[in-house]
Structure formats: structure tokens, C-alpha cells
């Protein structure tokens, strides 16, 4: 029944080495967002794909990228995590670009030791 | 910058009492609003959402008010159970833009 999914569900890196955290869907959806939640924050929106167009949000440190191969899936790269890249990464999809629901995954917990 | 949040951190109610949790935006280009529940260690999931032409809608137990003139949301949960305790948070997306923007959630505690 699981319709996002996030791999893996706990994170543990070193202190500028390279990360990979994953999400898969099989809701078909067209759009895929990855979201970073700090503790007791808000989700932060990081980028998203509207299909394989790439869309950045202004304020995303260059630290972060993304790839989307195909449909289902979408990672998030952190290329040289640092103590306050330790957050929750959410990925979420929708079907559409705006004025719809986003469906969201049950997070990576990232931490950065 | 034009932002979604919340009034209330932490909100308190007595199971089987009716919760209110309240919500202020400042874009006036948001056309499109939800709640979400985020019980600890989860991902945000669905409760309920209003486009800006209406001013209610209605779910099971739960009711979402809009007042575009002053720019507020409202979440009511009737008849507050355990299982409702979590953080809510509403979130907002402006017209064409892609994505929603969350506001700062509210933790609802239900005593006994």
C-alpha cells in the first residue's frame, strides 16, 4: 500500500562525506518535491521535478542536488553534509504542479556525526 | 517575505472537546490551502484542503474555514480523540507557483 517511499528511514554520515538518500512512488505522479525538516520546524522546500524539468528554490545551498532517472524514482545528493545539514528529508509527489495535495514519504532521518 | 504560520505553538484540549487550531497567511496570491498531520517520526499526511473560492469544507470530524478578508484558515477537529495528537501544520500554495509553503505547525497535546 505504500506510495512513497523513502530509503532509508534512518541516516547516519560523516562530516563531509557524501550522501545519497532515496524515493520511490507509485503513484505515477509527475511531480516530485524533496522537502528538508530541521527539528521542531516547518518543512522547508528544497527543489522538485515537474517530470525530468528540475526546479530549484532560490535559497538551496549548491550542497544539494537531485536526480530524477525516471518516474519513480528521485534521489536527494548532499555532497559534503555538514552538522547543520542533520534535518528530516521529506520527499512528497503530486499530480499536478499547483492546487493539489502532495503526498509525502515517511522521511529520512539524516544524521551527521 | 510573505509567509504562511501559525499563531499557537502548543494547543491543549481535553479528549472529546473540540479543537481550533488557527492559521495566518500573508499572500494574497494563495489561491490554494491544506492541513496536514504529522504524528512524531512521520511524513506529513492529508487531513483536509479549500481552494479560495470557498469558505468552508467539511471531512470526517474535521472542518476548514477561510476568511480571505483577513487572511486565516482555521482546522476544527471535533470530538478530539488520543489519536489525534500530533502536529498540525497548514500550508499554503500561491497561484502558479509549484510546491507548498508550510507554516510553523502546532503541536496538539490531548489530556485525559
Known amino acids: 500500500d505504500a506510495m512513497v517511499i523513502q530509503n532509508p528511514r534512518y541516516q547516519v554520515t560523516q562530516f563531509g562525506k557524501p550522501v545519497t538518500l532515496s524515493c520511490s512512488q507509485t503513484l505515477n505522479h509527475n511531480v516530485m518535491y524533496w522537502y528538508q525538516q530541521k527539528s521542531s520546524q516547518a518543512p522547508k522546500l528544497l527543489f522538485h521535478y515537474y517530470d525530468k524539468d528540475f526546479n530549484n528554490e532560490a535559497d538551496t545551498p549548491d550542497n544539494f542536488q537531485s536526480r530524477r532517472p525516471n518516474t519513480s524514482f528521485c534521489f536527494l545528493d548532499i555532497r559534503s553534509p555538514g552538522l547543520g545539514d542533520a534535518a528530516m528529508y521529506l520527499c512528497a509527489t503530486s499530480a499536478r504542479r499547483a492546487n493539489t495535495e502532495a503526498f509525502f514519504g515517511q522521511g529520512t532521518r539524516l544524521t551527521v556525526v | 517575505g510573505e509567509s504562511v504560520g501559525l499563531h499557537l505553538p502548543t494547543l491543549s484540549v481535553q479528549e472529546g472537546d473540540n479543537s481550533i487550531i488557527n492559521c495566518a497567511y500573508s499572500n494574497s496570491a494563495s489561491d490554494y490551502f491544506i492541513w496536514y498531520k504529522q504524528e512524531s517520526g512521520k511524513g506529513p499526511q492529508f487531513i483536509i484542503d479549500i481552494r479560495s473560492n470557498m469558505d468552508k469544507r467539511q471531512g470526517q470530524r474535521v472542518t476548514v474555514l477561510l476568511n480571505k478578508t483577513v487572511k486565516h484558515l482555521s482546522l476544527q477537529i471535533a470530538a478530539t480523540q488520543p489519536g489525534d495528537s500530533a502536529v498540525y501544520f497548514c500550508?499554503?500554495?500561491?497561484?502558479?507557483?509549484?510546491?507548498?509553503?508550510f507554516g510553523k505547525g502546532t503541536h496538539l497535546i490531548i489530556q485525559p
Open positions: 500550508a499554503e500554495n500561491e497561484g502558479g507557483a509549484d510546491g507548498l509553503t
